[in-house]
T-cell receptor, first 113, second 111 residues
């Protein structure tokens, strides 16, 4: 069964450092997403991406965040200057027809120290 | 803001039936989703309702009442592997690409 692949599975970074989280969506999917889940809390939407541009973003997705599809297969989330409160599990998801039946990746656990 | 409420925890016995409720108050509505999430893993899609009524898929069924802002997920013939968190999520408008998730209901299945 097709999968969304995320790397790394765990990342520890120092506060103020930049991190890039990587995702390889399912190849024929057109919609890509980033969500995050702070430990013990709900899954929160960050951004959606379609047709090589951001289609929606939440209040969480401020100027510290950016997304890119640098080639035909990768989809990245960059956090420019990490804060302690950015520590969370970050999930990438993709879908072929909008939000119906997202396929989530297994996540990257980001720890900011 | 969007508000989606679910019970925090539930416990049920192997072989039994359990109903997990979800109520929502959102600025609009264009579909409700249920996901299963095992600890430390990604959510996996279970069901989608956009019209009132019951959608059945094997041991899992999901019900929606739009007038009441209410849904439930029904799990039959519970198995130990059903121990997981169950997330209710709402799409608030046609054309929206994002979902609003509840905090999830952690279900523990006991022998």
């Amino acid at each position: 069964e097709p999968e969304v692949t995320q790397t790394p599975s765990h990342q520890v970074t120092q506060m103020g450092q930049e991190v890039i989280l990587r995702c390889v969506p399912i190849s024929n999917h057109l919609y890509f997403y980033w969500y995050r889940q702070i430990l013990g809390q709900k899954v929160e939407f960050l951004v959606s991406f379609y047709n090589n541009e951001i289609s929606e973003k939440s209040e969480i997705f401020d100027d510290q965040f950016s997304v890119e599809r640098p080639d035909g297969s990768n989809f990245t989330l960059k956090i420019r200057s990490t804060k302690l409160e950015d520590s969370a599990m970050y999930f990438c998801a993709s879908s072929d027809i909008g939000p119906y039946g997202y396929t989530f990746g297994s996540g990257t656990r980001l720890t900011v120290v | 803001g969007q508000n989606i409420d679910q019970p925090t925890e539930m416990t049920a016995t192997e072989g039994a039936i359990v109903q997990i409720n979800c109520t929502y108050q959102t600025s609009g509505f264009n579909g409700l989703f249920w996901y299963q999430q095992h600890a430390g893993e990604a959510p996996t899609f279970l069901s989608y309702n956009v019209l009132d009524g019951l959608e059945e898929k094997g041991r899992f069924s999901s019900f929606l009442s739009r007038s009441k802002g209410y849904s439930y997920l029904l799990l039959k013939e519970l198995q130990m592997k059903d121990s997981a968190s169950y997330l209710c999520a709402v799409r608030d408008r046609d054309g929206a690409n994002n979902l609003f998730f509840g905090t999830g209901t952690r279900l523990t299945v006991i022998p």
